[in-house]
């Protein structure tokens, strides 16, 4: 039999996350329309049948990431897409399912707001929405792709961290990147490494729900599978049950918290560009980073030692990355659309090491690489 060849195809950003979400094993969808992610919800309706795997449109946001965390339970990996006024709604359910420890992923095709803002132009203006949105001390991972291959590369990440850190993973993609379409060639799902939650190992009289194995993650059975458990938002102790009891309670968030931060050195994804001489380094995301990337190269040719680092997961922050960067460089330039949201948390670990200087846009429009290399030529020195 002749080996399949891989070929090149042309694919949306927000076509590419589908591929990914399913051959990394999403087989339930819940969601509801909205600018400008409506194209995942209308590939996964067709799509997901196909699949073996169900799509319902929900009649809001809430509902939607409801069924989702219902569905997961039930052992399905499942996800959502939305953008941020539906994300603001979600924020609820993303604190439950937090607490609670199921795996989902969200996709929040970000547009300029508040409110109904600029509903089909392009904005970063979800980044601490995404990181504090929902109250309470809670652990998040976010991330961030610049290319429609990453759309694809991250999406099937997201549903690995999900499932291997049972918790809610966001992908946080500007509408540029989910509109612009690139030839892209996708891997075979054989070749790809899939996650799963750890499953229990022990019958189910002895399953104690919440118990520490050693890794900060819990066994998780589905429902119908015989091992009883309760599922709450309250604070719980290790069979699920409400307490209030402080040598349970504390040990419980520092455990949600410990089972990411444990793993901080394999959660530092990021290209860089340049970066081994830069006097000026570039911290960016998303579309910014296609932007800064030509402007570095324009840079370079005019003689600037300019690098760039493109951050591919925004929370947990790369604090040991940043700091690295921060040591090494004269100044940096954080180029967003918006007021200032990543440039806020380096500002935070700077410390006075170097400048910090920022590039904004809210108008609607994408900040171009002509823009990011005035800035480098008016302040490089």
């Known amino acids: 039999m002749k080996k399949a060849v891989r070929k090149q195809v042309l694919l949306q950003g927000n076509e590419a996350c589908v591929e990914g979400a399913l051959m990394?094993?999403?087989?339930?969808?819940?969601?509801?329309?909205?600018?400008?992610?409506?194209?995942?919800?209308?590939?996964?309706?067709?799509?997901?049948?196909?699949?073996?795997?169900?799509?319902?449109?929900?009649?809001?946001?809430?509902?939607?990431?409801?069924?989702?965390?219902?569905?997961?339970?039930?052992?399905?990996?499942?996800?959502?897409?939305?953008?941020?006024?539906?994300?603001?709604?979600?924020?609820?359910?993303?604190?439950?399912?937090?607490?609670?420890?199921?795996?989902?992923?969200?996709?929040?095709?970000?547009?300029?707001?508040?409110?109904?803002?600029?509903?089909?132009?392009?904005?970063?203006?979800?980044?601490m929405q995404s990181r504090w949105g929902t109250h309470g001390d809670h652990p998040i991972i976010v991330l961030a792709p610049s290319s429609v291959y990453e759309f694809f590369e991250l999406t099937v990440q997201a549903f690995n961290l999900s499932e291997r850190y049972r918790t809610p993973v966001i992908l946080l993609v500007d509408e540029l990147?989910?509109?612009?379409?690139?030839?892209?060639?996708?891997?075979?799902?054989?070749?790809?490494?899939?996650?799963?939650?750890?499953?229990?190992?022990?019958?189910?009289?002895?399953?104690?729900?919440?118990?520490?194995?050693?890794?900060?993650?819990?066994?998780?059975?589905?429902?119908?599978?015989?091992?009883?458990?309760?599922?709450?938002?309250?604070?719980?102790?290790?069979?699920?049950y409400p307490t209030v009891r402080t040598d349970e309670v504390e040990p419980l968030i520092h455990r949600l918290f410990n089972k990411i931060s444990k793993d901080y050195d394999r959660l530092q994804w990021f290209d860089a560009f340049a970066t081994e001489d830069a006097k000026i380094t570039i911290i960016a995301y998303g579309c910014v980073a296609r932007a800064a990337l030509r402007a570095v190269q324009q840079a370079r040719e005019k003689g600037l030692k300019v690098g760039l680092i493109n951050l591919k997961i925004l929370w947990p922050f790369m604090r040991r990355t940043i700091s690295g960067i921060l040591e090494n460089s004269a100044k940096v330039l954080v180029p967003e659309l918006n007021i200032g949201q990543i440039s806020r948390e380096v500002k935070r670990i700077n410390q006075s090491r170097c400048e910090v200087l920022t590039l904004n846009k809210v108008d609607g429009t994408p900040i171009k690489p002509a823009e990011i290399l005035r800035t480098l030529e008016e302040v490089y020195s």
């Open 24 to 127: 990394a094993g999403c087989r339930f969808y819940a969601g509801y329309p909205i600018t400008p992610a409506t194209e995942i919800m209308e590939i996964m309706a067709r799509k997901m049948p196909g699949a073996s795997g169900v799509f319902i449109q929900m009649e809001d946001e809430i509902a939607s990431l409801g069924a989702v965390i219902g569905a997961s339970l039930a052992g399905s990996k499942s996800m959502t897409a939305t953008s941020g006024p539906g994300f603001s709604l979600m924020q609820e359910h993303i604190g439950y399912a937090s607490m609670a420890e199921v795996p989902c992923v969200i996709v929040d095709v970000m547009r300029a707001g508040p409110s109904t803002g600029l509903p089909t132009q392009p904005s970063q203006s979800d980044v």
């Open 177 to 240: 990147v989910a509109h612009m379409r690139e030839g892209v060639i996708l891997p075979t799902r054989d070749s790809l490494e899939i996650e799963d939650r750890p499953h229990p190992t022990v019958p189910p009289e002895w399953y104690i729900p919440y118990a520490d194995p050693g890794t900060g993650v819990p066994a998780m059975p589905a429902f119908g599978e015989g091992y009883r458990y309760h599922v709450t938002g309250l604070y719980h102790d290790v069979r699920g």
